[in-house]
């Protein structure tokens, strides 16, 4: 029988070793990390960590369950970026963009073309912007140059014009409508960070067209046309975005006109009876508290990270 001694003197047994955890765990811990800046601390710590935060899949999950805190408005180009005030939970991070050192400016946009206005901001979704640059002096309406450009990053990208052959495809003769309206498509959870679409809707005459531009293709494509929605005429107010859909107020009508951007087809919805005059009411007491300002109203557009 060995002595006590003897049992004192042996080797310590080595401590167990922990399993190493599985990738499939290690996602669901670091999906629940809400702070990005804690985040991105962690992904630092080792290579499996930053492998796993770093993966496209694992960004569109963490997106969709941490979506981006409001930074600001931008109003116009010419006005810079307003950032969001306390309490805000993100007033400090937009202070620090917003700061005169941090550089947040439109000073590395291109210089527009001749007889073309100074570019300014049409619409701002996804930490991106989209600026448009409209003739001068035109009493119609033409095709706009377009371009993204994501501030932050100080990059952009000019967007070609629309084809004439993809005009006249869908009967419109000539880069020439009464009416252009170009927005920013949302991000679908199969968008990686660094795609993506502007919708383009052509109106000319009794003729309204989209068009869809993909930034991966580089080039516009037709999404749809509108010719039997019974609304010869009309005039389309107050664009609005909601769960893949883009609705507009049909002036001087109780109805909406409903854009699927997945399916990419139109339909209407009829709203209640005096609908209409319910809101002509709202915006002249929106117009009575404003002052009657005569002065192009304020395109206020959020901006994300």
Same mark, same amino acid.
């Given at each position: 029988?060995?002595?006590?001694?003897c049992?004192?003197?042996?080797?310590?047994? *080595?401590?167990?070793?922990? @399993?190493?955890? %599985?990738?499939?765990?290690?996602?669901?811990?670091?999906?629940?990390? *809400?702070?990005?800046?804690?985040?991105?601390?962690?992904?630092?710590?080792?290579?499996?960590?930053?492998?796993?935060?770093?993966? %496209?899949?694992?960004?569109?999950? +963490?997106?969709?369950?941490?979506?981006?805190?409001?930074?600001?408005?931008?109003?116009?180009?010419?006005?810079?970026?307003?950032? %969001?005030? %306390?309490?805000?939970?993100?007033?400090?991070?937009?202070?620090?963009? @917003?700061?005169?050192a941090?550089?947040? *400016?439109?000073?590395?946009?291109?210089?527009?073309?001749?007889?073309?206005?100074? $570019?300014?901001?049409?619409?701002?979704?996804?930490?991106?912007v989209?600026?448009?640059? /409209?003739?001068?002096?035109?009493?119609?309406?033409?095709?706009?140059?377009?371009?993204?450009?994501?501030?932050?990053?100080?990059?952009?990208?000019?967007?070609?014009?629309?084809?004439?052959?993809?005009?006249?495809?869908?009967?419109?003769?000539?880069?020439?409508?009464?009416?252009?309206? @170009?927005?920013?498509?949302?991000? /679908?959870?199969?968008?990686?960070?660094?795609?993506?679409?502007?919708?383009?809707?052509?109106?000319?005459?009794?003729?309204?067209?989209?068009?869809?531009?993909?930034? /991966?293709?580089?080039?516009?494509?037709?999404?749809?046309? $509108?010719?039997?929605?019974?609304l010869?005429?009309?005039?389309?107010?107050?664009?609005?975005?909601? +769960? /893949?859909?883009?609705?507009?107020?049909?002036?001087?009508?109780?109805?909406?006109?409903?854009l699927?951007?997945?399916?990419?087809?139109f339909?209407?919805?009829?709203?209640?009876?005096? +609908?209409?005059?319910?809101?002509?009411?709202? $915006?002249?007491?929106?117009? @009575?508290?404003?002052?009657?300002?005569?002065?192009?109203?304020?395109?206020?557009?959020c $901006?994300?990270?």
């Amino acid at each position: 029988m060995p002595s006590p001694l003897c049992r004192c003197l042996e080797a310590p047994a *080595s401590p167990r070793q922990l @399993a190493a955890l %599985a990738d499939d765990l290690l996602e669901e811990i670091l999906l629940r990390v *809400s702070c990005p800046a804690d985040l991105a601390r962690a992904s630092a710590a080792c290579a499996s960590f930053r492998r796993i935060v770093t993966d %496209a899949a694992f960004l569109r999950q +963490y997106r969709s369950l941490h979506p981006p805190l409001l930074l600001g408005f931008i109003e116009k180009v010419s006005s810079g970026f307003h950032p %969001a005030e %306390a309490p805000h939970p993100n007033a400090t991070a937009a202070r620090s963009i @917003a700061h005169p050192a941090a550089g947040f *400016s439109f000073d590395y946009l291109p210089p527009t073309r001749c007889n073309r206005k100074p $570019w300014d901001a049409c619409d701002v979704r996804d930490g991106r912007v989209l600026l448009k640059s /409209g003739p001068v002096g035109y009493t119609g309406f033409n095709f706009p140059d377009l371009a993204v450009c994501d501030p932050v990053f100080r990059r952009y990208r000019l967007l070609p014009p629309i084809p004439d052959d993809l005009l006249a495809s869908v009967h419109i003769k000539q880069q020439i409508f009464p009416s252009f309206q @170009a927005f920013l498509v949302p991000s /679908g959870e199969e968008e990686d960070g660094t795609s993506f679409r502007v919708i383009g809707r052509a109106y000319c005459g009794i003729k309204s067209a989209v068009f869809v531009f993909s930034s /991966g293709s580089g080039l516009w494509s037709v999404g749809t046309t $509108w010719d039997d929605l019974n609304l010869r005429g009309s005039v389309l107010l107050c664009r609005s975005y909601a +769960y /893949g859909y883009i609705y507009w107020k049909v002036m001087q009508a109780n109805k909406l006109v409903k854009l699927d951007i997945n399916r990419m087809d139109f339909s209407t919805i009829d709203l209640p009876s005096h +609908y209409d005059e319910r809101m002509l009411s709202l $915006w002249r007491q929106e117009m @009575a508290r404003l002052g009657k300002r005569r002065e192009r109203l304020p395109m206020d557009v959020c $901006w994300r990270l």
